[in-house]
């Protein structure tokens, strides 16, 4: 499913010994994501480090996850390219060990055997997703007609304005 990545890790093995994995992984390996596209063409550049802390406390995934999809805007629905990129930052700990960071901000990986590495990947992705994606106003086909809008209404605080000149 994915090209060069396996498809579950086992992330505390991977921290210990300081792996990298690096590949692609399709759209389609990510329903999720896939059903906030228009389609599921393209894929997701992983680039994850597992490794353990300069004390072997602590085990940590970090680096760069990026894809570019195809959703619609949300000013005139027209479809739009969006790339999305998202540098994680996660503590990997057994669901046993170090309870005092489950009470801290970090952002956590528990874990028991095997992560499903396109789930992982996915979830970041999601998470780095816009609320609502938009063109840049300079390229919406929507854009004329909200200017055009905007300079022929009045604003809706003019009548404030009179009323307040009535009172003095």
């Known amino acids: 499913m994915s090209s060069g990545l396996p498809a579950t890790v086992d992330a505390i093995r991977l921290a210990d010994t300081g792996t990298r994995l690096a590949g692609e992984i399709p759209l ?18 992983v680039d994850l480090l597992f490794e ?11 680096g760069h996850i990026s894809a570019r999809v195809r959703v619609a805007c949300q000013r005139c629905l027209e479809p739009m390219t969006l790339t999305v990129e998202v540098e994680p930052s ?9 309870p005092e ?6 952002e956590l990986l528990v874990v028991g055997k095997a992560v499903s590495l396109n ?30 809008q905007q300079g022929s209404r009045a604003s809706p ?3 404030l304005d009179k009323l307040k000149d009535k009172g003095k």
């Open 28 to 45: 389609k390996a990510m329903p999720r994501l896939r059903g906030q596209c228009l389609d599921d063409r393209g894929e997701a550049s």
């Open 52 to 62: 353990r802390s300069a004390d072997r406390a602590l085990r940590r995934i970090s």
């Open 90 to 98: 996660l503590l990997v700990v057994k669901a046993d060990e170090h």
């Open 101 to 106: 960071l489950l009470a801290e901000d970090a």
């Open 119 to 148: 789930e992982l990947v996915e979830d970041e992705l999601l998470l780095a997703m816009p609320m609502i994606p938009m063109h840049a106003l300079s390229e919406c086909s929507a854009s004329a007609s909200l200017q055009a």
């Open 157 to 159: 605080f003019a009548i």
